[in-house]
């Protein structure tokens, strides 16, 4: 339920769920921090705030894969429901 609360939280900013849904598209694999950001409409270092507290927030992984940054969602579940209630409540 914590898990729950704090990814609703977190997704009421428009670039964390821009960053969130495009990471459950993306799957196991993830995404590069560049890809991420751009999905988001942020720059790389504004993106790298939202990166550092999702990742706090035990909501994203970091990876390095071929010598690139990359982010894989953790809290997949929670992330989907918060997401869905976002939408249906429209705080996004």
């Known amino acids: ?7 609703l939280a977190l997704l009421t900013v428009p670039a964390r769920a821009a960053i969130c849904r495009a990471l459950l598209a993306a799957g196991d694999e ?3 921090a560049a890809s991420l950001a751009q999905e988001a409409g ?13 990742t706090q927030a035990n909501l994203l992984v ?4 071929n010598h690139e940054v990359c982010y894989v ?3 997949r579940k929670a992330v989907r429901e918060a997401l869905g209630y976002v939408d249906s409540s429209g705080l996004n």
């Not at 942020?42 to 999702?54: D, G, N, P, S």
């Open 73 to 75: 969602l953790k809290a």
């Open 1 to 7: 339920m914590q898990e729950s609360t704090l990814a």
């Open 30 to 32: 993830g995404l590069p």
């Open 62 to 65: 970091l990876v390095i894969r």
């Open 42 to 54: 942020l720059t790389l270092r504004r993106a790298a705030h939202c990166f550092q507290e999702m």
